[in-house]
């Protein structure tokens, strides 16, 4: 009897997987596009991407597919054709990106700038200085073993890292041999800026934050914003598509309607005013019309993919 | 503590309510886990039964290799699939990365060492006495498997809440393999308890994590019951 009641029961289960994978396979979704992007973490720990992906999803009747990762394993993805778009934030890397012919149509929709946080009492006593001096008075104070001084890397290859890394360079450390392994105070957590927020938080220490990410999760943090002014904390965020000459099937369609959705002036508006009701301030800027302040070709900003 | 008390509450009020992102989640962490371990009981109870039954070289390696891979990490097993599947793997045609399927896939190889392992332990568990008295009854070879494997049926009833308990535990391979997709359509994301609950925890959502931790241990503790109550019918 209970034989026949569990196989019941499995028959009721597989039944309704069938049913499952046939809602998730036919029906009208299957006439839906896929998009699959690849981001860094920012974007999407600040909602943006989903909020913008909403509005995507119902004025192309596609489907958006966001895989969040570090700019580093995002170009990793692009390279290996495992998406459609990338939205990353490290020139330097895209540029290495596109001359190898792996993207193609780069347009730059947005920006911020990066922040340097650490506990309110400021243990290295950095607040107000120059990023390059504070980067090189925390790494001297931690090298002393001053108490409470510590900085928590992404160390995870993310376009934060690449900028963190740049810092120190600009310092006057080479970041391989005086930095990575130097000491206690300094710290990689390998993870998205999020985790490597909450983990600052609980270490008491210094990090290097793009300004979104920090400001949507400052309810559930102590630090406080020590740095946040110089030429070398701009952080640009561009979407590009992967080349279909590299991957002919890839959905490059679809693809070059997200780029160019992303510049359009509505979507530069939702950027320009995302968050601001609920943080008082906006988490990114409208690149739009600011390209010559943040060093970019105008084609980038404004001209859409024919 | 407050932090944690309150999470309890806010926990219980997400499964009362019975949160629709929650409840997604949840179903598409059994439906995942669930044909996972169907298709690696349907892969692993023959192949145990033959490597139990059989005589032939290397038998005894075999069942330490077996054995030895009750502890693969899943990462590991995350990173062989995600090379196989990726665009330029070999299987890259197939376009099953960041899908369900994938994951699937994933968990089936995770929990194989373990289920066939546990099928060989659960066979050769069987009374000799039984062994002997169908060969001398003169039963045929398909026979005799189809005696003893209901002699043994409530080991491997065992054996795959072991492997369902792995498979839907696991959030190395889901996350790589899988990517914690969460789109607008249930079979396209990959969002699952586990790599919910890692997700969660690092945006700081500490009451929905601990909600999918309480469901997730419900749903073992379910299977588990299940099982029980059929052993000791």
């Known amino acids: 009897m209970l034989r026949r009641t569990l196989f019941t029961v499995a028959a009721v289960m597989v039944a309704f997987m069938l049913i499952c994978g046939c809602i998730g396979t036919t029906g009208p979704e299957t006439e839906k596009q896929q998009l699959r992007i690849a981001t860094t973490t920012s974007l999407d720990d600040t909602k943006l991407l989903n909020h913008l992906s909403t509005i995507f999803e119902e004025q192309y009747n596609a489907e958006v597919l966001v895989v969040s990762a570090g700019t580093g394993i995002a170009l990793e993805y692009g390279q290996r054709g495992d998406v459609d778009v990338l939205m990353v934030h490290d020139r330097v890397r895209e540029d290495v990106f596109l001359a190898d012919g792996y993207g193609i149509n780069r347009r730059v929709f947005a920006y911020n700038y990066f922040i340097l946080a650490g506990p309110e009492s400021d243990p290295a006593g950095i607040k107000g200085m120059k990023p390059e001096e504070a980067f090189a008075t925390i790494r001297e104070k931690g090298m002393a073993g001053e108490s409470g001084v510590a900085f928590v890397s992404r160390g995870d290859a993310s376009g934060t890292h690449a900028k963190e890394k740049a810092i120190w360079k600009g310092a006057g450390f080479d970041?391989?041999?005086?930095?990575?392994?130097?000491?206690?105070?300094?710290?990689?957590?390998?993870?998205?800026?999020?985790?490597?927020?909450?983990?600052?938080?609980?270490?008491?220490?210094?990090?290097?934050?793009?300004?979104g990410t920090y400001l949507a999760y400052k309810g559930d943090l102590d630090l406080v914003t020590l740095v946040d002014e110089g030429d070398i904390l701009l952080n640009v965020y561009c979407a590009m598509q992967i080349n279909p000459a590299k991957y002919p099937d890839i959905n490059s369609e679809i693809a070059k309607d997200w780029v160019n959705f992303m510049i359009t002036d509505e979507v530069q508006e939702e950027i320009a005013s995302f968050g601001v009701a609920q943080y008082g301030q906006p988490l990114f800027y409208a690149a739009q019309d600011d390209w010559e302040k943040i060093g970019v070709p105008q084609t980038e900003v404004k001209d859409p993919i024919p | 503590m407050y932090?944690?008390?309150?999470?309890?509450?806010?926990?219980?009020?997400?499964?009362?309510?019975?949160?629709?992102?929650?409840?997604?989640?949840?179903?598409?962490?059994?439906?995942?886990?669930?044909?996972?371990?169907?298709?690696?009981?349907?892969?692993?109870?023959?192949?145990?039964?033959?490597?139990?039954?059989?005589?032939?070289?290397?038998?005894?390696?075999?069942?330490?290799?077996?054995?030895?891979?009750?502890?693969?990490?899943?990462v590991i097993v995350g990173l062989l699939i995600f090379l196989l599947i990726s665009r330029v793997g070999p299987f890259g045609f197939m376009r099953l990365l960041f899908t369900p399927t994938a994951m699937i896939v994933a968990q089936t190889v995770l929990v194989l060492p373990i289920m066939t392992g546990l099928t060989i332990s659960a066979l050769s568990g069987v009374?000799?006495?039984?062994?002997?008295?169908?060969?001398?009854?003169?039963?045929?070879?398909?026979?005799?498997?189809?005696?003893?494997?209901?002699e043994a049926r409530f080991a491997i009833l065992a054996t795959v809440a072991v492997g369902f308990g792995r498979a839907i535990s696991e959030v190395g391979a889901a996350i790589l393999v899988g990517g914690?997709?969460?789109?607008?359509?249930?079979?396209?994301?990959?969002?699952?308890?586990?790599?919910?609950?890692?997700?969660?925890?690092?945006?700081?959502?500490?009451?929905?994590?601990?909600?999918?931790?309480?469901?997730?241990?419900?749903?073992?503790?379910?299977?588990?019951?299940?099982?029980?109550?059929?052993?000791?019918?």
């Open chain 1, 175 to 211: 970041y391989a041999t005086e930095i990575q392994g130097s000491g206690d105070w300094y710290l990689e957590a390998g993870k998205g800026m999020g985790e490597t927020l909450t983990m600052s938080n609980e270490k008491q220490a210094y990090v290097l934050s793009d300004i």
């Open chain 2, 3 to 74: 932090e944690i008390i309150e999470g309890f509450i806010e926990a219980g009020r997400l499964i009362i309510t019975l949160d629709p992102d929650v409840m997604t989640i949840a179903a598409r962490s059994i439906i995942v886990s669930f044909i996972a371990t169907i298709t690696a009981t349907l892969i692993s109870v023959p192949l145990g039964a033959a490597i139990n039954f059989g005589t032939f070289p290397g038998r005894k390696g075999l069942i330490n290799l077996i054995q030895t891979l009750y502890s693969l990490p899943t």
């Open chain 2, 127 to 150: 009374d000799p006495v039984i062994r002997d008295t169908l060969h001398s009854l003169g039963a045929t070879r398909l026979q005799f498997l189809i005696n003893v494997m209901k």
């Open chain 2, 180 to 233: 914690n997709i969460m789109a607008s359509s249930f079979m396209r994301s990959t969002r699952v308890l586990t790599t919910a609950i890692s997700l969660e925890t690092s945006m700081g959502n500490i009451p929905k994590s601990i909600a999918l931790g309480i469901i997730l241990l419900t749903i073992a503790l379910g299977v588990n019951l299940a099982i029980t109550m059929v052993q000791h019918r």
